[in-house]
């Protein structure tokens, strides 16, 4: 899905696209991606509707509408889903589009997704709590006023799962997936699979200072190298995508674990499973099984 550095970049982009714009048409290619939580039906809520607001909540774009009812229309772009805006009079329909807004202008906003997994939801102004995963929302990890220290410790505090389901639990932080998850753990030397409540004090310090550090650091070159609305950038990841590669820490080789259900890619040298044993010592680190 697109990950917190992705939306960052992405929903500005949406905002200043199509903040005042008004809705003409709506399209859902797949009743599995359109959710309506009202009694009315699509084509009856949305058109003649205004956008009134993009907004990122968590791992999905929420757009308010304003019209004859106050709306939210709330897109989880999911694991392969991604937007894009066409010139108006664009009229090739794309084999992966799962929903699309016609807009008064003549263009449309698209959610393309090849395995047609994005979730589109249609819900009255602000009722989150009827959508999986976004009724509470964590820490706002990029935010040096909101994700301190003291606070991470206290999300952190009494967790009994492993560190790789804690990074991605948006309801303790907002928000990380499968990439970023290893990113952070590669960056502060944390096998995927240690129990949180097993990391000790400084061990939790340096979780909390990779994951503003790969995070924002991840944030800013998106920005920098300014890619296509469509496109997801994750050639500058230095575990992800690469088991079998040379670690660019150590030169050991990349594993792949599962992790309930999620795969995590992970160094076993710089990341040793037993990292107690071997805490401070990279020498030994490196000699600890994977």
């Given at each position: 899905?697109?990950?917190?550095?992705?939306?960052?970049?992405?929903?500005?982009?949406?905002?200043?696209?199509?903040?005042?714009?008004?809705?003409?048409?709506?399209?859902?290619?797949?009743?599995?991606?359109?959710?309506?939580?009202?009694?009315?039906?699509?084509?009856?809520?949305?058109p003649?509707?205004?956008?009134?607001?993009?907004?990122?909540?968590?791992?999905?774009?929420?757009?308010?509408?304003?019209g004859?009812?106050?709306?939210?229309?709330?897109?989880?772009?999911?694991?392969?889903?991604?937007?894009?805006?066409?010139?108006?009079?664009?009229?090739?329909?794309?084999?992966?589009?799962?929903?699309?807004?016609?807009?008064?202008?003549?263009?449309?906003?698209?959610?393309?997704?090849?395995?047609?997994?994005?979730?589109?939801?249609?819900?009255?102004?602000?009722?989150?709590?009827?959508?999986?995963?976004?009724?509470?929302?964590?820490?706002?990890?990029?935010?040096?006023?909101?994700f301190?220290?003291e606070?991470?410790?206290?999300?952190?505090?009494?967790?009994?799962?492993?560190?790789?389901?804690?990074?991605?639990?948006?309801?303790?932080?907002?928000?990380?997936?499968d990439?970023?998850?290893?990113?952070?753990?590669?960056?502060?030397?944390?096998h995927?699979?240690?129990?949180?409540?097993?990391?000790?004090?400084?061990?939790?310090?340096?979780?909390?200072?990779?994951?503003?550090?790969v995070?924002?650091?991840?944030?800013?070159?998106?920005?920098?190298?300014?890619?296509?609305?469509?496109?997801?950038?994750?050639?500058?990841?230095?575990?992800?995508?690469?088991?079998?590669?040379?670690?660019?820490?150590?030169?050991?080789?990349?594993?792949?674990?599962?992790?309930?259900?999620?795969?995590?890619?992970?160094?076993?040298?710089?990341?040793?499973?037993?990292?107690?044993?071997?805490?401070?010592?990279?020498?030994?680190?490196?000699r600890?099984?994977?």
């Open positions: 899905m697109p990950e917190r550095p992705d939306l960052e970049y992405v929903v500005p982009i949406l905002a200043r696209e199509l903040a005042g714009a008004a809705v003409a048409a709506a399209r859902a290619e797949n009743s599995v991606v359109l959710h309506v939580l009202l009694p009315e039906r699509l084509d009856a809520l949305l003649g509707a205004e956008i009134r607001r993009v907004a990122r909540r968590a791992h999905a774009v929420v757009f308010e509408l304003d004859a009812r106050a709306l939210d229309l709330v897109i989880s772009p999911m694991l392969a889903g991604r937007f894009s805006i066409t010139r108006p009079g664009e009229t090739r329909i794309p084999t992966d589009l799962a929903f699309s807004l016609t807009l008064g202008d003549g263009r449309e906003l698209r959610v393309r997704d090849d395995v047609q997994m994005s979730k589109v939801y249609v819900l009255a102004r602000g009722d989150f709590d009827r959508l999986p995963g976004l009724q509470r929302v964590g820490l706002d990890v990029l935010d040096p006023r909101v301190t220290q606070a991470f410790r206290s999300a952190a505090r009494g967790r009994r799962d492993l560190a790789k389901d804690f990074l991605m639990d948006g309801t303790a932080l907002d928000s990380m997936g990439s970023y998850a290893d990113e952070v753990l590669f960056e502060a030397r944390i995927p699979k240690a129990t949180v409540q097993s990391l000790s004090e400084e061990e939790t310090d340096r979780l909390h200072a990779a994951i503003a550090r995070l924002g650091d991840a944030t800013r070159t998106i920005a920098r190298r300014a890619p296509a609305l469509d496109e997801r950038l994750r050639d500058f990841l230095k575990v992800r995508g690469r088991p079998g590669q040379p670690c660019p820490r150590c030169g050991d080789k990349l594993r792949r674990a599962s992790v309930h259900g999620h795969d995590a890619i992970f160094c076993p040298a710089c990341q040793p499973e037993a990292r107690r044993s071997a805490a401070g010592d990279p020498r030994r680190a490196r600890e099984p994977g």
